[in-house]
């Protein structure tokens, strides 16, 4: 037994030193998914409702239409010409153009949503202050929770996005590495195992795997409050699964390339699409339906799925049992055919 | 005029079952004990349309430095790859040390050291790392530590492989293939590349190993190499073996110790060989454009007589070298060509 540990856990040693040797992949793993997630966190921040900018064209009573919007607040309006009116309609200044009279005349494009949502406020602001009786009383309960804004959607995506990049770049490109280099044909020139070399990578991988989930997720709490509502536990058994998987994947694109080129080729083809349809940065129900079923089995969606469920909604593992029953076969199916496809020398 | 050894002539006269066990005393006596430590049979390798070793006999005993010889391309890496376990030949079988790579393949990486024509080691790995990690895979074998002082990299014992330079590498890649204590050492062009004193110290390493009863196979493209460290040479072109001896045996049957080179003017009538070869003292003659080359056997008298002969031959000579004969002359004498094509 320990004749067998030891290689193991010198070739691991050898992978952890060599990643952590390299400051481009201490970039990749653990800097790059933070400044994503800071940039996109900011771009899509939460904003506070926005202000409705409508003008009133200049004729009677403009003046008391834009005293009544004003005190309904949310508005910003004011009198203007005809042609300033039509003109900042135009450009975007106004969402929209107020037509007094003895019937109120609304100007706008219906094609922009924010015109639309002018159109039905100032409708209603106007015709509660000229005296309208709503037949049943209403109130607002305003929500913005935790858990269900942009930078809590992303998260996860970035964390399966991060698992999928790591496992597939680390392994390929190393794999792919050593055996350009005859590393490997030396390697098997020695009484190592075959088995002992691809545990190692497995091995290196799982200790890169808890600083690079905890670097994220701890920064994403820290600085946006998103949530782990699940167990700690769960979340950990889907990542392992999920890295195990993209392991597995990385392993068999990496099993016979010859050239790093070839095998970037290769990993680029496996993940851009899965970058696209698998809902990283956007919902992957925007997809027409009849995609839907392929996006469904494709592991980074299923792997996606499954952290959000966790994180978001506090799902057990039970009830994530289809995602990730789709992870388990992409990992196996993959090990199984790049063992048996795997070019040693 | 003598004939310059043919192929066929050099396998016949120190050849492969009498070069085993005719000249090399100590090992023959332990040879009829312990099994050879390498016996390979009609070894076969093709590559696509080209056939890198050609039905190939060879037979090492224990505790020899066996060296294979030849161009670029003579199918020498195949060779030792084959016998490593790591090609598989078409046909032909490979013996090491009474066991098969089929049967026996784990027990037999235990025993064998290896050093690759060209392996470039993990490049962030500090050497000591790369030997600790070679030294796990072995059940016995040297300390780490121990190895860096014989491989002399105890001051770099802490640096990345690669702010190592080619001749250090070198020897962190032989300091791998010893690290497991082999009974077999393998050694694929170990110095090539390396300067007089880098090579020399590699040297040392290999005769410090032979002097604890190992075995080496060793390839080279240095003559000097094969005749300081190797009791036996084969010489290989296009996949097999065309001489095999030792390296006095070899050179002695160019039937001359001794090389003259010269070259004559431009402008001068072309010697005829008959006439060079019945100088006294002159064993062979070959003519390649405006240069000669002569063996001999007396230096002292052909010299003049060459003097002598172009003086009546009228003719400038721009170039005159001698030498003692090496085993660069056997491979020229044997196929034409000159071992390293430049
Ligand atoms: N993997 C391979 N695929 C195709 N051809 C090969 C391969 N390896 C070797 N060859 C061919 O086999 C022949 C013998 O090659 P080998 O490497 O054994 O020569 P060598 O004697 O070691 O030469 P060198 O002195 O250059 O190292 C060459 O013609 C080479 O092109
Ligand atoms: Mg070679």
Same mark, same amino acid.
């Given at each position: 037994?320990?004749?067998?540990?030891?290689?193991?856990?010198?070739?691991? #040693?050898?992978?952890?030193?060599?990643?952590?040797?390299?400051?481009?992949?201490?970039? &990749?793993?653990?800097?790059?998914?933070?400044?994503?997630?800071?940039?996109?966190?900011?771009?899509?921040?939460?904003?506070?409702?926005?202000?409705?900018?409508?003008?009133?064209?200049?004729?009677?009573?403009?003046?008391?239409?834009?005293?009544? #919007?004003?005190?309904?607040?949310?508005?910003?309006?004011?009198?203007?010409?005809?042609?300033?009116?039509?003109?900042?309609?135009?450009?975007?200044?106004?969402?929209?153009?107020?037509?007094?009279?003895?019937?109120?005349?609304?100007?706008?494009?219906?094609?922009?949503?924010?015109?639309?949502?002018?159109?039905?406020?100032?409708?209603?602001?106007?015709?509660?202050?000229?005296?309208?009786?709503?037949?049943?009383?209403?109130?607002?309960?305003?929500?913005?929770?935790?858990?269900?804004?942009?930078?809590?959607?992303?998260?996860?995506?970035?964390?399966?996005?991060?698992?999928?990049?790591?496992?597939? &770049?680390?392994?390929?490109?190393?794999?792919?590495?050593?055996?350009?280099?005859?590393?490997?044909?030396?390697?098997?020139?020695?009484?190592?195992?075959?088995?002992?070399?691809?545990?190692?990578?497995?091995?290196?991988?799982?200790?890169?795997?808890?600083?690079?989930?905890?670097?994220?997720?701890?920064?994403?709490?820290?600085?946006?409050?998103?949530?782990?509502?699940?167990?700690?536990?769960?979340?950990?058994?889907?990542?392992?699964?999920?890295?195990?998987?993209?392991?597995?994947?990385?392993?068999?694109?990496?099993?016979?390339?010859?050239?790093?080129?070839?095998?970037?080729?290769?990993?680029?083809?496996?993940?851009?699409?899965?970058?696209?349809?698998?809902?990283?940065?956007?919902?992957?129900?925007?997809?027409?339906?009849?995609?839907?079923?392929?996006?469904?089995?494709?592991?980074?969606?299923? #792997?996606?799925?499954?952290?959000?469920?966790?994180?978001?909604?506090?799902?057990?593992?039970?009830?994530?049992?289809?995602?990730?029953?789709?992870?388990?076969?992409?990992?196996?199916?993959?090990?199984?055919?790049?063992?048996?496809?795997?070019?040693?020398? | 005029?003598?004939?310059?050894?043919?192929?066929?002539?050099?396998?016949?006269?120190?050849?492969?079952?009498?070069?085993?066990?005719?000249?090399?005393?100590?090992?023959?006596?332990?040879?009829?004990?312990?099994?050879?430590?390498?016996?390979?049979?009609?070894?076969?390798?093709?590559?696509?349309?080209?056939?890198?070793?050609?039905?190939?006999?060879?037979?090492?005993?224990?505790?020899?430095?066996?060296?294979?010889?030849?161009?670029?391309?003579?199918?020498?890496?195949?060779?030792?790859?084959?016998?490593?376990?790591?090609?598989?030949?078409?046909?032909?079988?490979?013996?090491?040390?009474?066991?098969?790579?089929?049967?026996?393949?784990?027990?037999?990486?235990?025993?064998?050291?290896?050093?690759?024509?060209?392996?470039?080691?993990?490049? $962030?790995?500090?050497?000591?790392?790369?030997?600790?990690?070679?030294?796990?895979?072995?059940?016995?074998?040297?300390?780490?530590?121990?190895?860096?002082?014989?491989?002399?990299?105890?001051?770099?014992?802490?640096?990345?492989?690669?702010?190592?330079?080619?001749?250090?590498?070198?020897?962190?890649?032989?300091?791998?293939?010893?690290?497991?204590?082999?009974?077999?050492?393998?050694?694929?062009?170990?110095?090539?590349?390396?300067?007089?004193?880098?090579? $020399?110290?590699?040297?040392?390493?290999?005769?410090?190993?032979?002097?604890?009863?190992?075995?080496?196979?060793?390839?080279?493209?240095?003559?000097?190499?094969?005749?300081?460290?190797?009791?036996?040479?084969?010489?290989?072109?296009?996949?097999?073996?065309?001489?095999?001896?030792?390296?006095?045996?070899?050179?002695?049957?160019?039937?001359?110790?001794?090389?003259?080179?010269?070259?004559?003017?431009?402008?001068?009538?072309?010697?005829?060989?008959?006439?060079?070869?019945?100088?006294?003292?002159?064993?062979?003659? $070959? $003519?390649?454009?405006?240069?000669?080359?002569?063996?001999?056997?007396?230096?002292?008298?052909?010299?003049?007589?060459?003097?002598?002969?172009?003086?009546?031959?009228?003719?400038?000579?721009?170039?005159?070298?001698?030498?003692?004969?090496?085993?660069?002359?056997?491979?020229?004498?044997?196929?034409?060509?000159?071992?390293?094509?430049?």
């Amino acid at each position: 037994m320990m004749n067998y540990l030891l290689p193991l856990k010198e070739l691991t #040693l050898a992978r952890f030193r060599e990643q952590l040797r390299q400051p481009e992949v201490l970039f &990749w793993v653990f800097a790059f998914p933070l400044l994503l997630a800071v940039a996109l966190g900011l771009a899509f921040r939460n904003r506070p409702p926005d202000v409705i900018h409508v003008a009133v064209e200049s004729g009677p009573r403009a003046e008391a239409l834009v005293a009544d #919007l004003k005190a309904a607040g949310g508005f910003a309006a004011s009198v203007l010409s005809p042609e300033v009116a039509s003109e900042e309609l135009r450009t975007g200044q106004v969402a929209l153009v107020v037509v007094p009279g003895d019937s109120l005349v609304y100007r706008y494009d219906p094609t922009r949503s924010e015109s639309r949502l002018a159109r039905i406020a100032t409708d209603d602001a106007l015709q509660q202050a000229l005296g309208r009786r709503n037949p049943r009383a209403t109130a607002d309960h305003i929500v913005t929770e935790r858990g269900a804004r942009y930078i809590d959607f992303l998260i996860p995506g970035l964390l399966g996005l991060n698992l999928m990049s790591t496992g597939m &770049w680390g392994l390929g490109y190393a794999v792919v590495d050593a055996r350009r280099r005859k590393l490997m044909k030396r390697l098997l020139a020695s009484p190592m195992r075959r088995s002992q070399y691809l545990l190692s990578f497995i091995a290196a991988r799982l200790v890169i795997l808890a600083p690079e989930v905890i670097v994220l997720l701890g920064f994403a709490a820290l600085a946006f409050g998103v949530p782990v509502r699940g167990s700690i536990l769960s979340l950990a058994v889907v990542v392992v699964l999920g890295a195990m998987c993209f392991a597995g994947l990385g392993l068999l694109t990496a099993s016979r390339a010859q050239t790093v080129e070839a095998v970037s080729g290769l990993m680029n083809l496996v993940m851009l699409p899965m970058w696209v349809l698998s809902g990283v940065f956007f919902s992957s129900a925007k997809f027409p339906a009849a995609m839907q079923p392929f996006i469904r089995v494709l592991p980074l969606t299923a #792997l996606n799925d499954a952290l959000r469920g966790i994180m978001l909604q506090g799902a057990s593992l039970a009830s994530l049992a289809a995602p990730i029953g789709i992870c388990v076969v992409w990992g196996s199916v993959s090990f199984a055919v790049a063992l048996r496809t795997f070019r040693w020398i | 005029m003598t004939p310059v050894p043919s192929a066929s002539s050099a396998s016949a006269a120190p050849s492969a079952s009498a070069a085993t066990s005719a000249h090399h005393t100590d090992s023959a006596s332990s040879a009829a004990s312990a099994p050879p430590a390498i016996r390979c049979r009609a070894l076969t390798k093709r590559y696509k349309d080209v056939l890198a070793v050609d039905g190939l006999d060879l037979d090492v005993p224990s505790g020899e430095c066996f060296g294979l010889l030849g161009p670029n391309g003579a199918g020498k890496t195949t060779t030792v790859e084959m016998i490593e376990g790591l090609v598989a030949p078409d046909s032909g079988t490979v013996e090491i040390l009474g066991l098969h790579w089929g049967r026996d393949a784990i027990a037999l990486r235990e025993r064998l050291g290896v050093a690759l024509q060209e392996t470039r080691l993990a490049e $962030r790995l500090k050497v000591i790392e790369v030997i600790r990690l070679f030294r796990s895979f072995y059940r016995a074998g040297h300390d780490p530590e121990e190895i860096l002082d014989l491989v002399e990299l105890r001051e770099k014992r802490d640096t990345w492989v690669d702010k190592l330079s080619g001749g250090q590498k070198q020897r962190l890649a032989i300091a791998c293939a010893l690290v497991g204590n082999p009974d077999v050492l393998f050694l694929d062009e170990p110095t090539t590349g390396l300067d007089p004193q880098s090579r $020399r110290a590699l040297w040392d390493v290999v005769e410090e190993f032979k002097s604890r009863g190992g075995t080496v196979v060793l390839t080279t493209h240095y003559m000097e190499e094969a005749e300081r460290l190797c009791e036996r040479v084969a010489v290989m072109d296009h996949g097999r073996i065309i001489a095999l001896g030792s390296p006095r045996e070899l050179i002695a049957s160019l039937g001359a110790d001794h090389v003259v080179e010269f070259a004559l003017g431009s402008g001068a009538e072309p010697l005829p060989e008959a006439e060079l070869v019945a100088l006294p003292g002159v064993e062979s003659a $070959r $003519r390649d454009g405006p240069r000669y080359t002569l063996t001999v056997t007396e230096p002292h008298r052909a010299i003049p007589a060459l003097m002598g002969e172009l003086e009546r031959h009228g003719g400038e000579m721009t170039e005159l070298l001698t030498h003692h004969a090496t085993l660069e002359d056997l491979f020229l004498s044997l196929t034409g060509r000159h071992l390293r094509d430049t």
